[in-house]
């Protein structure tokens, strides 16, 4: 079993950055690749990053390449995703996931609500 909290959201202008935290625990976390999703309003979850448990061979989505970027720091449990140049698109709630190919289903965290105003 793996718990997941999210930390680091909340509301931004346009323009500004954000930066999310995720720290894992529970059995061997640091053996799962971490991904980050949202999900806005009236809309299905899409994509947002993946990093493998290793912290290398970063994925992103399309609508986020260039401007976030993904890391982990497995010392300390905790995935990060670094938001800049946020857009009014980009608000939803944001979800860190764990997951390995044994468990493709993982474990996802509470969510937390990001909000860019324009």
């Known amino acids: 079993q793996v718990q997941l909290a999210e930390s680091g959201g909340g509301s931004v202008e346009a323009g500004g950055s954000l930066s999310l935290s995720c720290v894992g625990s529970?059995?061997?976390?640091?053996?799962?690749?971490m991904g980050w999703y949202r999900q806005a309003p009236g809309k299905e979850r899409e994509f947002v990053a993946l990093?493998?448990?290793?912290?290398?061979?970063?994925a992103y989505g399309d609508s986020v390449t260039g401007r976030f970027t993904i890391s982990r720091d497995n010392a300390k449990n905790t995935v990060y995703l670094q938001m800049n140049d946020l857009k009014p698109e980009d608000t939803g709630i944001y979800y860190c996931?764990?997951?390995?190919?044994?468990?493709?289903?993982?474990?996802w965290g509470q969510g937390i609500q990001v909000t860019v105003s324009s």
């Open positions: 996931k764990a997951s390995r190919p044994s468990e493709p289903e993982g474990y």
């Open positions: 529970g059995r061997a976390v640091n053996t799962y690749a």
């Open positions: 990093i493998n448990y290793r912290g290398a061979h970063p």
